[in-house]
Each structure stands twice: as C-alpha cells, then as structure tokens.
C-alpha cells in the first residue's frame, strides 16, 4: 500500500533514512559525518517541514509496517519536478516497492514537462532504477557533501514523452 506521510510518520520516516544512507553510503562516507547529516536533515523540524512544501509518500508493507518513502516536488512555473528521496529499508530492496512509489510520484505529476532527480555516482543500483523508469543522463555534476568530494549524476524523465509510452 502506498499512502502520504503524516506526522505520525516522522520516526518511521528517520529510521528507514537512517538505515537507507548507512547502508547505501556507509563505506564511503565516515559515520560521524553521515549521523550529522542525518540528525541535521531528518529532524522532526525538517521533516514538518518537508511535509508541508513537498510530498512524502511512503510504502507499506503488508504487516502494515512503513518500509521505504519518496519526496518530490510540486510543479514549479516551468513544468519541472524533482524526486527528492527515494530510501528503502534494505530488506526491502528489489521487492517492487520502489517502483510502486515512483508510478504512484509519476501519477500525480502527469501534467510536468520533466521530472529530474539527482543520485550519487556511486548508487549504481540507484542509477540503473531510474535508467530502467526511462530517466536520460543529463550531466555529471562535481561538488561538495558536508565536505567531502563527491559526482552526482543529473537525470531526468520528460513526460509528455512519458505519457505517451
């Protein structure tokens, strides 16, 4: 089942990102950096917040327990939208959930021009998801996480294109 976070939510919502960015990220980021992050980022503050100026869509599993969620945008002024998370707990990587998120996000944005996202070269598995949802490589990007170096890789899905398939 897939439904939209509430604030009730937010505890669910910090452990499957917690666990999600540990194990995605956790030999290439040092974990004092990657728990500062996420404290800073996933606070009950920042995710009211996140509620309020985006949507959060989380999957459930049939236990009725939360197992992964997605964020996006809403349609700015030029048509485009932006998949801001999207964090599964490992146990359920590959089990269908993501996808159900992002046709559920994709559903209400039928009427954007673009929806981008944004994944760090080294979520292959990520990468190869959206590549294989008929996102196109847009650019590489060099910059900068909490300090450290990193290459996040620009896609984007047109979906009048999309709508159209």
Do not use: C
């Amino acid at each position: 089942m897939i439904r939209k976070m509430t604030v009730d939510d937010i505890k669910d919502v910090q452990q499957i990102a917690l666990t999600s960015w540990r194990y995605m990220f956790g030999e290439f980021i040092p974990a004092e950096v990657l728990e500062a992050f996420i404290d800073r980022t996933y606070s009950d503050l920042m995710l009211k917040k996140q509620i309020e100026k985006t949507t959060v869509l989380l999957a459930i599993d049939p236990q009725g327990l939360p197992v992964g969620y997605i964020s996006y945008t809403t349609i700015d002024e030029d048509g485009e939208s932006e998949v801001t998370a999207l964090h599964m707990l490992p146990s359920h990587l590959d089990s269908g959930y993501e996808e159900l998120l992002l046709a559920e996000a994709l559903q209400s944005l039928s009427e954007a021009q673009n929806v981008d996202v944004y994944v760090d070269e080294r979520s292959h598995d990520l990468q190869e998801f959206y590549v294989n949802q008929g996102f196109v490589l847009v650019e590489s990007i060099k910059e900068e996480f909490e300090g450290l170096p990193v290459e996040t890789i620009h896609y984007s899905l047109p979906m009048k294109q999309h709508a159209h398939m």
